[in-house]
């Protein structure tokens, strides 16, 4: 787990997708060891990405794939069009979902949560509740709010902080439909990540030339011919063109290793349009 020395986290501002309550701040918590440094919940992921661009927090946490419903895509689509920062943490968390009331709720006709969460529960939803409307919001922490405010009839999908910090009674607990159901959260800031202890990943986001046949295959030679393993390759819309495309490659291993730095040297040069997202540790709880 992260090591982080009290002077340090004094130091950090930093901002997460709120309010209080969210696995993202359950995440800042532990990869910050504890509320000493300064934490500051936004809105919406595009809102704590952007505080660090303009500078009102120093690094910002956000949540970038999840092991059931795949990418975030507001997550990817900002830092490769958007912004420029690096990816300077990685950690990987354990998603458990509940299903939360007010005290003295008899019915529950409508279930309110952040969109993913929904759907990584939606069998158990069916199953159970089968009539109740399920409402989206920005994160399961506004979801307990809601409820915690008299929503009528109203249940939450959430976190147990969640229910703890808004005074709710657990109807049931780990509710999620697949048990091997894991959020990879990163941490995003103006500079690039210091250090090479650890395990270490790097991630580029490229544009090739996708009328050329055989180009994507010619990108991922470079890192084959160099003993470079790729653990995640991804695409978005370049936002140029209907059928344009940008692709996202995550790298085991630091920009610094010569295989690695060769191999994505020799990739920016066949790309048309090239991004460097940095080098950074990988923490696991």
């Not at 158990?124 to 409820?147: D, H």
């Not at 020799?266 to 790309?271: D, E, G, T, Y």
Request: proline share 4%; glycine share 8%.
């Amino acid at each position: 787990m992260a090591q982080v020395s009290t002077q340090f986290m004094a130091e950090r501002i930093v901002g997460y997708l709120g309010p209080r309550g969210t696995h993202s701040e359950e995440v800042a918590l532990c990869l910050y060891r504890g509320e000493r440094g300064r934490f500051i919940p936004f809105a919406s992921i595009d809102a704590a990405i952007r505080a660090v661009e303009t500078g009102e927090v120093m690094e910002c946490l956000v949540p970038v794939e999840n092991s059931l419903e795949g990418s975030v895509n507001i997550t990817l689509d900002t830092l490769a069009h958007e912004v420029n920062l690096f990816i300077t943490k990685e950690m990987v968390w354990p998603v458990r979902h509940n299903l939360l009331v007010k005290a003295g709720t008899k019915h529950i006709n409508v279930v309110v949560s952040h969109p993913q969460a929904l759907a990584q529960c939606r069998y158990y939803l069916a199953r159970f509740f089968p009539g109740a409307e399920l409402k989206s919001v920005e994160s399961t922490a506004e979801a307990a709010y809601l409820v915690a405010s008299g929503a009528k009839n109203h249940a939450a999908v959430a976190s147990l902080r969640a229910g703890e910090i808004y005074g709710l009674e657990t109807v049931a607990a780990d509710i999620q439909d697949n048990p091997n159901n894991y959020t990879r959260f990163i941490v995003l800031g103006r500079q690039q990540a210091e250090g090479r202890s650890g395990r270490r990943k790097t991630s580029v986001v490229c544009q090739i030339n996708g009328e050329r046949p055989g180009s994507l295959c010619d990108i991922l030679q470079e890192f084959a011919r160099r003993n470079v393993n790729l653990t995640k390759i991804e695409s978005r819309p370049a936002r140029t063109g209907l059928g344009v495309y940008i692709f996202f490659l995550d790298i085991d291993g630091d920009m610094e290793d010569d295989n690695i730095h060769a191999a994505v040297s020799a990739v920016k040069l066949k790309s048309l349009w090239f991004k460097n997202l940095g080098s950074y540790p990988v923490y696991a709880v």
